[in-house]
């Protein structure tokens, strides 16, 4: 063996060589902070989110080929890399040499919103297109599995990609031989282009055409190192860790004799996070580098035999070629493989995970055990003693010694044997979201009947998710041995399985009567499968299926994404140099994609910089009774730890958005995650491992206030309760035909945004001035705040913003009170502090959207009028007020969305609780507040007997009309959205598809929903809404435009130079323009005023699918009409709409918090929280813009289009209960349908109520301890 070997890689073409390597150091921080190639993001250190993506490509001397593969760089260990050659998005281009197709297609595709997720994209595409220079769209989906984006809905980035495929604009789907462009693929009549509108947003033929013979070689150094293979083992050391690489057979044995307890790393997706996020440290990794007998692929008469460290992207591969060589009867087990390879992880986790280490890590949800488990594969072990063979069963799964590998031993190969005739294996799963999410419950079924009898023979069935480890049923399978395939036998199983594989109610991970119905579902499911192939290998002794079955066995709806867009035309008559009305890229765009754009976090670092973190309360209510601080201070590069007696007690003008008036807590917590201290230290790692040691005794204190039915119970409430009433509903409740009571209850939301929390402070050195460079949406409370702080005027603080990574409502007051603390620190020392915001950190400490309880009485005549409406709102506010009572306001003043209720009363709360306060999101109560009055519509509509679209209809607003607030309101365009979105959706034709449907397939159905939107724009406040902008021209005719405006994403900078460049002519040289703000008020006493100045409108239609099996849904088809006024840019703006309906589709659908019953917050990353991902996007989406009509006195008539989209998301919702209406008539269940938002997989599937659901068990409320309260 080597010690202290030189690790050597090439990134970007360029030779890296390092001595001294510290093998805790992954790639990410290596590009960003040793290299300085920040282009490559940080958004989660988990593998999860594909900002971090890199290529990796690596020559294998054997086969001569050249293996690319996209990787998380904050995965990668760097010791890993020896020879292989990193290409970040740095290396494919950048506007100081050429840019690279992919990236000047995503740019002028609008692919980019705050950019923080381009490179990630760039490099995903990139590698595919390596690989495959013409790739289908099948290809181009997984491709991009693995990153998400969190502003642009990914329709302009899929637009973008497609430009590369050979057909490209063609969904590809030739179903009933007819493909999309030639026909809507309903059949139904699309968009044509006018002289007025127009349907694309980019032009191809300007795109820079994919000439692969450009791309970076692979450096002939690491071939000629490669084919030489003469090196030794390679040892890498630092004080706490040695990493090292065996490159033969012989020393890795070798080495795991020396270190039996080092982890033998391969693709580091376990060990990685688990060291990371679980805190287990390995003071000795082994990591075999291109060991030849560990990556084998045999094909054995019995079976195939892989190697261990064959990655799950080659296991893929390879199992589809085989699948596609090999008969059927033969490959059972490869298909089932295969399935769940699909989704399994993102392709950059799969190219990275191998194998071997998926099977010996045994998570409890892993896809491919309960397969390999049921059949019958073997693992092939080798230690210095010999090799050995044990079987891959539950026994190894449970991890049990006689049956488990030893510590000296590896594995190295495992064998898959062919199935047999007879011989039937199925793969199932259900996860929150359909891919790149860990299954909820998945499962692995074999069956054998040994001939064409019928009689089981052989049964083997394993689980997923549903414990401590892969849960076989072994004994249930025992005692179904002998009995016929028959509806019989699936009942006895579904029983005697239930019994075996059970789950406690406070089982981890919650969710316990899904699992144990999906557990039974699954099994249905096989039962099909098989009785449908016996049928057909069969049809004389086999039974046809009962026709209400069928639909059991077809996977959901599954096409290309088609979408189609229609805005208007600039004005003709408008100057040919003048922009407005034209859909001009993001003036970022070419520097997202290339990664030039500077994000705080990028900027180098300063001289002397310190890094502060965070210690934050592990408790929900508690007495602090002591903090000791003196471990954590005497560690190595720690310079302080700040507590809440270090830091004055702040006041601002905007005292009202501060949680406290401490900004760390001393003497008691009121949340978990609340802030206690603050370490500074040297560098970012001593800064963490120090945060670490710092101990805090504290004394629980009752209550402990979570939900809001507790905050209820308990009165916790922030004054004042806030009300508003119109009309005289007491009167009115006397004439209606019918009253009814409700209510309904919706979770939060994470911002997730994909740049977390950051700031770098730098005191200046005199005049106590400092600078404060954020990621933040208000940097004038920052400046406030931090002033405070600081105890010096404002004008010494001078605060930089760039540009924001994401905001979404969540860079408002939580990175004031962070930023203020930074800077303490800052002026402190007098050094510069840098703050950057771990994701688990940020989810945990920053809060996020107001779950809301929403209770409602209405009161309504037969056809569906409602004459008279009580509401009670009620916010989960948190532990402090923030801005939890101006939700609440917002809420009250635009509840009633689009309708003309004419008595009108309700009432709004902000409770007080135990949890990390909530702020402001997108839509600020209006997704909350629009989501309790439709449930309540659609109710009214179930009690009528009437379709929900026609008592949303007979409700709306009537064109001249006054607001509960008594504000005028014309709706006309509200109006002609909702027809125009019933006509472009062909509504009515859909509709009777969908019963059609509907009536024909009883374990899947469809949906329908269409909601108007009436959005209103203001804040209740002329100050809120006041602007002010600078203009200065030089002298060369280069205009610098200085203004309030923060760039997020929405592309502000953009329509401010479009507007800017249009005036050019007429002013002066140096201008300030400045606008005091709408008119906006509101008298809470009187519930009387004007507090919009307008309102947005639109209208959206949605169509889902459901399988009621596994509560899994697709989204077919989105239509949305909207009033943009005239638009200034069309591209930003439909980015903006599409954008803000994919995140309030995720809000309330799959977008789910989880806290403990002791307040702790599971879900702080995106293996946990699912955002919107490709695949959930509907595979079609319809846009269009309503033609300009009305003169507003805003900026060029155009509208604001931020928030109001995410609304339009609860047509999906609205969609899937209308699916679940649909099940529950057929399964003789009629009469209003309550359900809660988010419609996660849980919910549909307990709502579609059958045999199975009826035969699980249930637990007695209060008989358990749940894993999660719904707060
Ligand atoms: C973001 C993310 C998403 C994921 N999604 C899914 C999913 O949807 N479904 C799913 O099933 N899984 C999922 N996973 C888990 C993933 O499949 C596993 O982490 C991966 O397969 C482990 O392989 P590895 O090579 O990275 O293992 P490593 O982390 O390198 O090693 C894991 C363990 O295996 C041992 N080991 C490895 N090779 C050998 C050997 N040859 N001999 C002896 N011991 C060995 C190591 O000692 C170590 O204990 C996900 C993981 C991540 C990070
Ligand atoms: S930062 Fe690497 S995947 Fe999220
Ligand atoms: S543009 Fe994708 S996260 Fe912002």
Redesign the pocket.
Same mark, same amino acid.
């Given at each position: 063996m080597e010690g202290g070997a030189e690790l050597l890689f090439y990134v970007n073409g360029r030779k890296v060589t390092e001595k001294n390597v510290d093998p805790e150091t992954m790639l990410l921080p290596y590009l960003r902070k040793k290299l300085r190639l920040t282009g490559t993001k940080y958004g989660c250190g988990?593998?999860?989110c594909g900002a971090c993506t890199v290529m990796i490509s690596r020559y294998n001397p054997i086969t001569k080929k050249i293996r690319h593969y996209p990787a998380n760089a904050c995965?990668t260990p760097i010791c890993s890399l020896y020879g292989a050659a990193v290409t970040t998005v740095e290396g494919i281009g950048s506007t100081k040499t050429r840019i690279h197709p992919v990236q000047e297609r995503i740019a002028k595709c609008h692919g980019t919103q705050c950019g923080f997720c381009t490179p990630g994209m760039v490099m995903s595409l990139y590698t595919l297109l390596r690989n495959h220079p013409e790739p289908t769209l099948t290809q181009l989906n997984d491709a991009l599995g693995g990153n998400l984006c969190r502003c642009t809905g990914y329709r302009p980035i899929i637009n973008a990609c497609k430009t590369f495929c050979k057909t490209s604009g063609c969904c590809q789907s030739k179903e009933n031989g007819v493909c999309c462009l030639d026909q809507g693929i309903n059949g139904l009549p699309e968009f044509e282009e006018g002289n007025e509108t127009s349907l694309k947003l980019f032009s191809e033929e300007e795109f820079l055409p994919l000439d692969p013979t450009q791309e970076l070689i692979f450096p002939p150094e690491l071939m000629t190192m490669a084919e030489k293979k003469t090196q030794k083992t390679r040892i890498f050391g630092s004080d706490r860790m040695t990493w090292i690489s065996p490159v033969t057979l012989k020393e890795l044995l070798e080495a795991k004799v020396k270190y039996p307890q080092a982890?033998?790393?391969?693709? @580091?997706?376990? /060990?990685?996070?688990d060291m990371k996020f679980k805190g287990i440290f390995h003071p000795v990794i082994i990591s075999p580098d291109r060991i030849e007998e560990?990556s084998v692929v045999n094909y054995t008469d019995n079976g195939l035999t892989l190697g *261990? *460290?064959v990655s799950?992207a080659e296991v893929k591969d390879i199992l589809a070629n085989v699948t596609r060589k090999l008969p059927e009867e033969k490959t059972q087990m490869y298909h089932a493989l295969l399935k769940h390879l699909e989704?399994? *992880?993102g392709p950059q986790?799969r190219n990275?995970?191998?194998l071997?280490? !998926?099977i /010996?890590?045994r !998570?409890p949800?892993?896809?491919?055990n309960p397969l390999l488990a049921v059949g019958n594969c073997t693992l092939n072990l080798l230690s210095k003693e010999g090799r050995r063979q044990i079987p891959l069963n539950e026994q190894f799964l449970r991890k049990c010694p006689s049956a488990d590998?030893k510590p000296e031993e590896?594995?190295?190969s495992v064998n898959i044997p062919y199935s047999r005739k007879w011989e039937f294996v199925s793969a199932f799963r259900q996860a929150q979201r359909q891919q790149?999410?860990? *299954?909820i419950v998945n499962s692995g079924m074999r069956v054998c009947f040994g001939k064409g009898d019928g009689i089981i023979r052989e049964l083997s069935i394993a689980y997923g998710g549903v414990g401590p480890t892969t849960i076989l049923a072994n004994n249930s399978c025992q005692k179904l041995i002998g009995r016929p395939w028959n509806e019989e036998m699936l009942d006895a199983a579904c029983r005697l399985i239930l019994d075996e594989v059970s789950l406690p109610g406070s089982a981890p991970g919650g969710r316990v009567e899904f699992k144990r119905t999906l557990i039974v579902s699954f099994l249905f499911k096989f039962y099909l499968e098989v009785s449908q192939i016996l049928k057909g290998m069969d049809p004389v002794h086999y039974p046809s299926l009962a026709s209400k079955n069928e639909s059991a066995l077809e996977d959901l709806h599954s096409r290309h994404y088609w979408s189609t867009l229609k805005y208007q035309n600039a004005d003709p008559k408008q100057l040919s140099q003048d922009p407005v009305g034209h859909p001009i890229m993001h003036l970022s765009g070419i520097k997202h994609a290339t990664g030039e754009a500077v994000y705080c976090d990028d900027m180098p670092v300063v001289d002397r910089e310190l890094f502060l973190t965070f210690v934050t309360s592990s408790r929900a209510h508690a007495k602090i009774v002591s903090i000791d601080v003196s471990a954590a201070l005497s560690l190595p590069g720690v310079v302080d730890i700040l507590t809440g007696e270090h830091l004055p007690s702040i006041t601002t003008t905007f005292d009202f958005l501060t949680d406290a008036d401490q900004l760390l807590s001393t003497d008691e917590v009121s949340c978990v995650g609340q802030l206690v201290c603050a370490v500074i230290a040297d560098s970012e790692v001593q800064a963490r491992r120090a945060a670490q040691q710092v101990k805090i005794v504290y004394q629980d204190l009752e209550p402990v206030i979570l939900t809001i039915e507790e905050a209820i119970q308990n009165k916790s409430f922030f004054e004042p309760e806030r009300k508003l009433e119109y009309g005289n509903v007491d009167e009115a409740f006397k004439v209606v035909d019918q009253i009814l009571e409700g209510e309904i209850h919706m979770g939060g939301q994470e911002h997730f945004y994909m740049e977390t929390q950051s700031m770098l402070v730098v005191p200046k050195g005199e005049d106590r001035e400092i600078d404060v460079y954020v990621s933040a949406q208000f940097p004038k409370y920052i400046q406030d705040i931090t002033a405070s702080v600081l105890k010096v005027s404002a004008n010494k603080v001078m605060c930089h913003v760039k540009r924001v990574g994401g905001a979404f409502g969540g860079k408002v007051t939580k990175t004031g009170v962070l930023a203020a603390i930074t800077a303490f620190a800052a002026n402190k020392h007098g050094r510069p502090v840098r703050c950057i915001l771990e994701r688990g950190e940020d989810i945990l400490i920053t809060g996020g959207r107001h779950p809301y309880l929403g209770k409602y009485k209405a009161g309504f005549m037969n056809d569906g009028r409602i004459l008279a409406l009580d509401m009670e709102h009620y916010n989960n506010a948190g532990a402090f007020l923030d801005e939890s009572l101006f939700v609440i306001e917002m809420g009250l003043l635009k509840l009633e969305n689009a309708y003309k209720f004419p008595n009108l009363r309700c009432r709004g709360w902000a409770c007080r609780t135990n949890l990390p306060s909530n702020t402001a999101l997108r839509g600020f109560g209006f997704p909350q507040a629009g989501l309790i009055t439709e449930a309540c519509i659609t109710e009214v509509a179930a009690k009528c007997g009437l379709p929900p679209e026609k008592v949303r209809m007979i409700n709306m607003y009537k064109e001249i009309d006054q607001t509960p607030y008594k504000q005028e309101i014309n709706t006309k365009n509200l109006t002609q959205c909702w027809k125009e979105c019933m006509a472009t959706s062909s509504y009515t034709l859909r509709k009777a598809a969908v019963e059609k449907f509907n009536s024909e397939n009883y374990w899947k159905k469809k949906g329908l929903a269409m909601v108007p939107l009436k959005y209103p724009i203001g804040l209740g406040s002329v100050a809120a809404g006041q602007a002010a902008a600078l203009v200065h021209i030089y002298l060369d005719g280069s205009v610098l435009v200085t203004h309030g405006g923060i760039e997020m994403g929405q592309g502000v900078h953009t329509k401010m130079i479009q507007a800017q460049a249009a005036f050019n002519e007429s002013i002066s040289l140096s201008a300030t323009g400045y606008f005091r703000g709408y008119e906006s008020n509101i008298n809470w006493e009187t519930g009387e005023g004007h507090p919009f100045e307008y309102f947005v409108y639109g209208a959206a239609c949605s169509e889902v699918e459901i399988d009621c099996l596994t509560g899994a849904h697709k989204n077919i088809r989105t239509d949305i009409v909207m009033d943009v006024g005239y638009s200034i840019n069309p591209a930003l703006d439909v980015g903006q709409i599409e954008g803000a309906f994919i995140q309030g589709m995720g809000l309330y659908t799959i977008e789910e918090l989880n806290y403990s019953p002791q307040g702790v917050l599971y879900t702080r990353g995106p @293996?946990q929280y699912k955002i919107p991902a490709i695949c959930d996007i509907p595979m079609e989406l319809h846009i269009s813009f309503l033609p300009p009509s009305e003169n507003s006195n805003t900026l060029y008539s155009s509208k604001g289009l931020g928030e109001s989209g995410i609304f339009l998301g609860c047509s999906v919702f609205f969609a899937i209960h209308d699916a679940i209406r649909a099940a529950r008539q057929e399964r003789g269940l009629p009469g209003p349908l309550r359900l809660n938002s988010p419609l996660t997989p849980e919910k549909i599937r307990m709502a579609c109520e059958d045999k199975f659901t009826k035969m699980i068990p249930r637990d007695e409320p209060g008989s358990y301890v749940p894993w999660s309260v719904p707060i």
């Open positions: 988990g593998g999860g995965l982890p033998v790393v391969m693709g @580091n997706t376990s /060990v990685g996070p560990l *261990a *460290a799950l989704t399994l *992880a986790i990275m995970a191998s071997g280490g !998926h /010996v890590s !998570h949800d892993s896809d491919l590998l590896i594995l190295i790149n999410a860990l *299954a @293996n």
